[in-house]
């Protein structure tokens, strides 16, 4: 059985360009109930991406956490380094649509957004939607599987 949405633990991570983005998104998750692991950025002093995605990802590949979600300038950067760890399909997304998709197709465990980049939909709203999306099995599943059985990560 799926885990009670409100319960479950996101892993957040940003770098500086996305620490705004960030500590409002935690606030947000807090808000509705979602218990939230923050991997930094703390503060906007400028850091290098790859530490805080590496950290949230790893508590996302080695299930300390259940989802995460990262925020830097672009997504990009945090999403390079994200799916070099086993178990990660990180999505970068900049709407509802992509973010649902990520999930109903994809099953992205983490979310990777830009702070820089134009976005049909408020971070919220995304972040609302992919939570809330369901992996849709059947011939995703194979395909998904795939993704870790050819890569072998
Ligand atoms: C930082 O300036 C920027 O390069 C970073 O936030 C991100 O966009 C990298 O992918």
């Keep these: 059985m799926d885990k009670e949405e409100s319960k479950k633990k996101i892993a957040l991570g940003s770098d500086h360009a996305g620490f705004e983005i960030k500590e409002q998104l935690a606030a947000y998750l807090k808000e509705k109930g979602y218990e939230v692991k923050d991997f930094g950025a703390y503060s906007a002093d400028a850091i290098d991406y790859p530490e805080p995605a590496y950290s949230t990802a790893k508590s996302v590949s080695e299930h300390s956490t259940d989802e995460g979600i990262l925020i830097c300038g672009t997504g990009i950067g945090m999403s390079i380094v994200a799916n070099k760890l086993p178990?990660?399909?990180?999505?970068?997304?900049?709407?509802?649509?992509?973010?649902?998709?990520?999930?109903?197709?994809?099953?992205?465990?983490?979310?990777?957004?830009?702070?820089?980049?134009?976005?049909?939909?408020?971070?919220?709203?995304?972040?609302?939607?992919?939570?809330?999306?369901?992996?849709?099995?059947?011939?995703?599943?194979?395909?998904?599987?795939?993704?870790?059985?050819?890569?072998?990560?």
């Design 87 to 153: 178990g990660i399909r990180a999505a970068v997304c900049n709407s509802v649509e992509t973010a649902q998709i990520s999930k109903r197709h994809n099953n992205a465990n983490v979310l990777c957004l830009g702070s820089r980049i134009e976005h049909s939909d408020s971070f919220e709203k995304i972040v609302d939607e992919w939570l809330n999306a369901k992996f849709e099995e059947g011939r995703h599943e194979r395909r998904v599987g795939k993704i870790h059985s050819l890569t072998g990560i």
